[in-house]
């Protein structure tokens, strides 16, 4: 069955530095996203990204952040200059179209990175 | 805000007993979508109902979906030890871009 891969599952980074998080969606799905997760809070929504621009961004989406998708597979985050309440699980995920079917939509989600920053 | 809710936000139950938690949200929605969490784990999906759909099983799941009242809740049923994790509903829109948004999650105990 098709899934959402991220790697690597754990990451630990100095504050101040450069950190991407990477991400291979579902091959043919067509919209992708960002959820990050501090620890024991919820699941909070950060980009979206269709047709090779983001779509949405939420307030927490500032200017250190980045989206890419370099060569129509892979998946990007980047955080420019880490700061230590950027530690959390990031999730990438990817639907095939807006009204999904529940076809490949059971893997939708990445099982996630862990970043530390320190 | 269109962000779910979800209650309680902590329930303990013995093995055998049913489980249900609730989740409420604020606009119309295209479908909402029921997922687990264990500690520190990635979010595996249980079940997705659709906004014309009232009522899902799959296994020992079953999910129900009130469109008026905008809820949704999620009963477990003859729980296990295993149970134990966070259940979190989340709810896709339609309107502005199409996203997930995540309620705030139920943890559950299942104790043996």
């Known amino acids: 069955e098709p899934e959402v891969t991220q790697t690597p599952s754990h990451q630990v980074t100095q504050m101040g530095q450069e950190v991407i998080l990477r991400c291979v969606p579902i091959?043919?799905?067509?919209?992708f996203y960002w959820y990050r997760q501090i620890l024991g809070q919820k699941v909070e929504f950060l980009v979206s990204?269709?047709?090779?621009?983001?779509?949405?961004k939420s307030e927490i989406f500032d200017d250190q952040f980045s989206v890419e998708r370099p060569d129509g597979s892979n998946f990007t985050l980047k955080i420019r200059s880490t700061k230590l309440e950027d530690s959390a699980m990031y999730f990438c995920?990817?639907?095939?179209?807006?009204?999904?079917?529940?076809?490949?939509?059971?893997?939708?989600f990445g099982d996630g990175t862990r970043l530390s920053i320190l | 805000s269109q962000q779910g809710e979800e209650d309680p936000q902590a329930l303990s139950i013995q093995e055998g007993e049913n489980a249900t938690m609730n989740c409420s949200y604020k606009?119309?929605?295209?479908?909402l979508q029921w997922y687990r969490q264990n500690s520190g784990r990635g979010l595996v999906h249980l079940i997705l109902?659709?906004?014309?759909?009232r009522e899902k099983h799959s296994g020992r799941l079953r999910v129900t979906l009130d469109t008026s009242k905008k809820s949704s809740s999620l009963l477990i049923t003859a729980s296990r030890a295993a149970d134990t994790a966070s259940y979190f509903c989340?709810?896709?829109?339609?309107?502005?871009?199409?996203?997930?948004?995540f309620g705030t999650g139920t943890r559950l105990k299942v104790l043996a």
């Open positions: 990204f269709y047709n090779n621009e983001i779509s949405e």
């Open positions: 989340a709810t896709a829109y339609t309107s502005g871009t199409y996203k997930y948004i």
């Open positions: 091959s043919n799905h067509l919209y």
């Open positions: 606009t119309s929605i295209n479908n």
């Open positions: 995920a990817s639907f095939p179209t807006e009204v999904t079917g529940t076809a490949g939509l059971r893997r939708g």
């Open positions: 109902i659709r906004s014309n759909e």
